[in-house]
């Protein structure tokens, strides 16, 4: 995703960002109008008639704030407001938290609004970054929603007490849920961010104290609400996630490690019907979760592309080596319908995961980590078969070549892992002359033009591989194969070797 940054925005794709920036401020202008109304269902006439400049600055402000949110994607992540969709979905997500808030401030408490929701959902769905400048623009639009559409007509202060709650407990949830991973630990992120949320309801209310008329009983209240405002962040944050997941098809860490999960339907299928291309998955799952954390990308991201970057091969199992017991397939067939079969795993898996409905980013490993590479072993036998007249475009992968790290990463590790599966010295200098010709032979085909990896980068990835690598391979200590008969004694003894 961060490879695609670079590329220029489009003037199609700037147009349809606009119009949805233009609906989603007529939603948002809908809505204020609907505020109005509510708070004051006998005499929003004559609001409109008396305020009608107020209510135009407050077009204008909201009409600002949306554009500072366009414009900070416009230079900062072009290729995500590439798609229009996602622009509409960065402005839905703002409405709903809007809209939550306003309903929770009105009909219960001020302290009561889920100010830390939008920033959770924000993080999750698009990045702790994004979610910043999210949290911050919500929390202005929410200052000039209530501002301007009296939303606190009886007590004008609690416009800058929901300013203050939203910046400083939506900012503070950016920071304590950045390393959630389960839909669990979300939860207790919202009991920790109470703390904030009750220091500063406490602070807000300690300063109008009337220490003539002391009750102790709204501030208490106040106290509760404000705890209970930032759980229901958290809860809410929780039930409306799995929403966008779907409908905007977006990953989130509770997706992937769902994904990943040992009951993810085709997981299952890939280990009943495939159990080698299975285990070879999960190595290659481990193996790029580490590189990517060694070169700071989204590792849960790597792991599940990874255990389904072959899920191509479920189509004809039987093909590839690693799920044969003996009998090859390929010895019956000529070496061109043999590469034919062996190349379209990648265009299959997919086919098979975008029909599944799987993320578009784990359907794009699963085509790209082969890029355009040739298949080897059947270009040489058909070049021995027609005395060396084999076209090499007729064996090799169709690409595309891989277009992010993550695939890059999943390309090195993937076949490192099979060059390596069947060497006997496994010692690191070994393994680091196979990963770095794995590497190298990569560099000289062009197979990471696509991709902004650096030089730095796959040396990391290199050094990664060559620890994991004889670390997963390792030599075990020989031991002594001792049968026993049901007397518990020993009947023969005899000297086994590595296994
Ligand atoms: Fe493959
Ligand atoms: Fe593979």
């Not at 209310?205 to 208490?220: G, M, Q, T």
Request: charged content about 20%; aromatic content about 12%; proline content about 3%.
């Amino acid at each position: 995703m961060k490879d695609r940054a670079a590329k220029g925005i489009g003037k199609v794709n700037l147009a349809v960002g606009l119009v949805m920036l233009v609906i989603s401020y007529l939603i948002i202008i809908a809505s204020m109008v609907m505020m109005i109304v509510i708070n004051d269902p006998h005499g929003w006439q004559q609001y409109f008639h008396e305020s009608a400049f107020r209510f135009l600055s407050a077009c204008i402000c909201v009409m600002l704030l949306f554009a500072i949110l366009f414009y900070y994607y416009y230079f900062e992540d072009k290729a995500f407001i590439a798609k229009g969709k996602n622009v509409f979905l960065i402005y839905l997500v703002l409405i709903i938290a809007v809209l939550v808030c306003y309903f929770f401030g009105r009909f219960v408490s001020i302290y009561l609004r889920p100010v830390a929701m939008l920033a959770l959902i924000g993080l999750f769905l698009f990045g702790r970054r994004q979610a910043i400048i999210l949290n911050f623009v919500f929390s202005l639009l929410m200052f000039v929603i209530d501002t301007f559409t009296n939303n606190f007509d009886s007590s004008p202060n609690s416009v800058y007490i929901s300013l203050m709650l939203s910046f400083a407990c939506g900012t503070f949830a950016v920071f304590v849920a950045a390393n959630v991973k389960t839909r669990w630990e979300l939860l207790l992120t919202g009991v920790f961010l109470g703390i904030p949320g009750l220091a500063i309801v406490l602070l807000l209310e300690l300063s109008e104290l009337d220490f003539a008329h002391f009750d102790w009983i709204p501030y208490v209240a106040s106290a509760g609400y404000g705890i209970l405002g930032c759980v229901l962040s958290a809860m809410l944050a929780l039930c409306i996630l799995p929403v966008f997941e779907m409908a905007f098809n977006r990953l989130t860490v509770f997706r992937l490690r769902e994904l990943t999960s040992a009951n993810a339907p085709l997981l299952q299928r890939l280990r009943s019907e495939a159990p080698g291309t299975f285990n070879h998955s999960l190595i290659v799952a481990q193996l790029a979760e580490t590189c990517a954390i060694a070169i700071s990308e989204n590792a849960e991201l790597a792991r599940a592309a990874a255990y389904y970057h072959d899920v191509g091969k479920l189509k004809q199992p039987e093909c590839f080596t690693e799920n044969q017991t003996g009998y090859n397939v390929h010895d019956e067939l000529t070496p061109e319908l043999s590469a034919d079969i062996i190349r379209s795993h990648a265009q299959d898996g997919y086919d098979l995961l975008i029909a599944n409905h799987l993320p578009k980013e784990i359907a794009d490993v699963a085509r790209e980590h082969h890029g355009t590479l040739p298949i080897k072993f059947f270009y040489d036998k058909a070049n021995r078969l027609s005395g060396g007249d084999a076209n090499i475009r007729n064996y090799s992968y169709l690409g595309p070549k891989p277009t992010t790290k993550v695939a890059a990463i999943i390309m090195i590790a993937d076949a490192s892992e099979a060059a390596t599966r069947a060497i006997k010295d496994r010692s690191p200098v070994t393994v680091e002359r196979i990963v770095r010709s794995v590497i190298e032979e990569r560099m000289d085909l062009d197979q990471f033009s696509d991709c902004n990896i650096t030089m730095r980068e796959l040396t990391i990835i290199k050094q990664t591989l060559v620890d994991s690598l004889t670390g997963v391979h390792h030599h075990r200590i020989k031991y002594p194969a001792i049968r026993f008969n049901r007397a518990h004694q020993a009947v023969k003894e005899e000297s086994k070797g590595d296994e």
